[in-house]
């Protein structure tokens, strides 16, 4: 069973910039995809970004392509996905997810991932 930890989120100004990270736990193995999702006040949880299970392909959703990057690092017992944001704007403010998702690509449909992290928020001040 995995683990999703996320931190890094908090109060920004618009224009700046935040590093969120999420660390999964659990399983000795890295073989699958790691994704970022959103939910604002009042919203649907919506598709940030996805990586596949080696770092070697990526997917941005179109509001946050060019501004936001997806990355991660595997380890033996613990895999970290990060998501660095740059150029933060007020409708970026969410409460950010990570989620893992146990096969080879990339997915962007949040129905099909498996776990889940608590949450950590983004406020981006105008």
């Known amino acids: 069973q995995l683990q999703l930890i996320e931190s890094g989120g908090g109060l920004v100004q618009a224009g700046g910039s935040l590093r969120l990270s999420c660390v999964a736990s659990?399983?000795?193995?890295?073989?699958?995809?790691m994704g970022w999702f959103r939910q604002a006040p009042g919203k649907e949880r919506e598709f940030v970004a996805t990586i596949t299970w080696n770092g070697g392909r990526t997917y941005y959703a179109d509001s946050v392509q060019g501004r936001f990057t997806i990355s991660r690092v595997n380890a033996k017992n613990t895999n970290t996905v990060y998501l660095q944001m740059n150029s933060l704007k007020p409708e970026d403010t969410a409460v950010y997810y990570c989620?893992?998702?146990?096969?080879?690509?990339?997915?962007?449909?949040?129905?099909?991932?498996?776990?889940w992290g608590q949450g950590t928020q983004v406020t981006v001040s105008s």
């Open positions: 989620a893992t998702y146990s096969g080879l690509s990339y997915y962007t449909d949040k129905t099909w991932y498996e776990h």
């Open positions: 659990g399983r000795t193995n890295s073989d699958y995809a």
